[in-house]
């Protein structure tokens, strides 16, 4: 499908490192499927116990390829794959921990929300701008996040698109620890072999209870994803893609 990302096993660690780093690891439509299809794998084989995303050093990941958005706002066909992976996260049965490293810009971010551990280093900015681009909230951030940051937390990150520093999603409780550079990847593989080494079926149950129904997860991920869509062939968003991809190539 794509080495774009990479899906290894360590016992029972199953590991997707996301490996595009010339455009700091922007998700194509072909890279959501590989992880959706990834962690469907993982949660059917009872030898996996524990899933870790990491990215590359210095990039977890951009977003969204803009160029994937940049079809749709142009009429053409988004697919289908950057929901079924949403939809994937949100109902995934087994732990998820994940390493971020520098970049976390929107998916980047979001799916850090449906992390039971997220371990980021230093120099890592978590940034959501989504309002920025004409665009909506997305991975059913807009339920999640006001109940992790609260109501003006939530605000801050997706709708003003402030940029949380590693030291302020800690406090804030977006991530579980900030360890230094060299320490993350040893630090996410060793709490995910903890987490491993536990009762499955304690542990199950455990996390169930504690991120109790997934149906207004899953009905929120709708919501979003209607929005979004519309949102994509808007003169608003079209207007605010087309100005960014021109910085950008400037």
């Known amino acids: 499908m794509t080495d774009h990302i990479l899906v290894e096993r360590q016992d029972a660690v199953q590991i997707i490192r996301m490996n595009r780093p010339d455009k700091k690891n922007a998700l194509t439509r072909a890279m959501y499927a590989k992880m959706s299809a990834a962690l469907a794998e993982g949660d059917a084989d009872p030898a996996i116990r524990v899933h870790v995303f990491l990215g590359v050093p210095g990039a977890f990941s951009s977003g969204n390829d803009l160029a994937?958005?940049?079809?749709v706002a142009t009429g053409g066909d988004g697919g289908t794959e950057v929901w079924d992976f949403l939809m994937a996260l949100a109902r995934v049965e087994k732990p998820i921990v994940s390493g971020v490293d520098g970049i976390?810009?929107?998916i980047g971010t979001t799916l850090n929300l449906h992390c039971d551990l997220t371990f980021a280093t230093p120099r890592t900015v978590f940034r959501t701008p989504f309002v920025d681009l004409g665009l909506v909230p997305e991975a059913g951030s807009s339920l999640l996040a006001p109940r992790i940051l609260g109501q003006q937390g939530a605000f801050a990150l997706l709708g003003l698109g402030e940029g949380f520093s590693a030291a302020?999603?800690?406090a804030a409780?977006?991530?579980?620890?900030?360890v230094e550079e060299g320490a993350l990847e040893a630090?996410?593989?060793a709490a995910a072999g903890q987490i491993a080494a536990k009762p499955p079926q304690a542990l199950k149950i455990a996390?169930?209870?504690m991120?109790?129904?997934r149906d207004d997860l899953v009905?929120?991920?709708g919501e979003e994803s209607e929005h979004f869509r519309e949102r994509l062939k808007s003169d608003e968003a079209r207007a605010a893609l087309t100005a960014f991809m021109t910085r950008k190539k400037a």
Do not use: P, Q, T
């Open 68 to 71: 994937d958005f940049m079809v």
């Open 104 to 106: 976390a810009v929107g």
């Open 168 to 170: 302020r999603a800690k």
């Open 173 to 178: 409780g977006l991530i579980y620890e900030v």
């Open 187 to 189: 630090s996410v593989l």
């Open 207 to 209: 996390r169930d209870l």
């Open 211 to 213: 991120r109790g129904s």
């Open 219 to 221: 009905a929120r991920i």
